[in-house]
């Protein structure tokens, strides 16, 4: 009909009612975070791309940059007690404090591992972060995260 409106879909409406399914993948990241005289400091490891979903599943530290120190974790360990820590931030904001273990000593170098819904969990952009204090003064701490990054599934 003449002056009558045509509602046609657009290419972008076409898009969004394809579906698509979940997509997995596994990250690993790793920072160095540069320790001050009084052995705390905080960097960035991970940012999460916007729609995505990250839950961490494996957290390592140890103290100095490059591969770990040899000969092994005992060497030169730091005990995680009263004022001494390590901080997981998502976006500034404290998820959890560290408990990296080496054997049955709270310490780094250590290693921390969770399930697969337990550990910290990040979306759409936020930012894993690891913050320290009371440390071995003007060295690096190295960390190391390991976590399954999914695209959730959209359906049509």
Do not use: C
């Amino acid at each position: 009909m003449a002056g009558g409106t045509l509602d046609v879909l657009t290419p972008d409406e076409f898009v969004q009612l394809i579906p698509r399914p979940e997509q997995k993948s596994q990250v690993r990241a790793t920072a160095t975070i540069a320790l001050n005289a009084a052995g705390a400091g905080s960097a960035d490891v991970y940012k999460v791309p916007t729609g995505y979903e990250l839950i961490v599943h494996r957290f390592d530290a140890y103290i100095g940059a490059g591969s770990p120190p040899l000969p092994g974790p005992v060497t030169g360990a730091v005990a995680l007690n009263a004022g001494a820590y390590i901080a997981y931030l998502r976006s500034g904001i404290l998820i959890a404090y560290a408990m990296p273990v080496y054997g049955p000593t709270l310490q780094v170098p250590g290693e921390q591992s969770w399930g697969e819904w337990q550990g910290p969990y990040l979306r759409n952009g936020e930012v894993f972060q690891v913050a320290a204090a009371g440390l071995t003064a003007n060295v690096g701490l190295t960390v190391m995260i390991q976590g399954s990054l999914r695209l959730p599934q959209v359906k049509g």
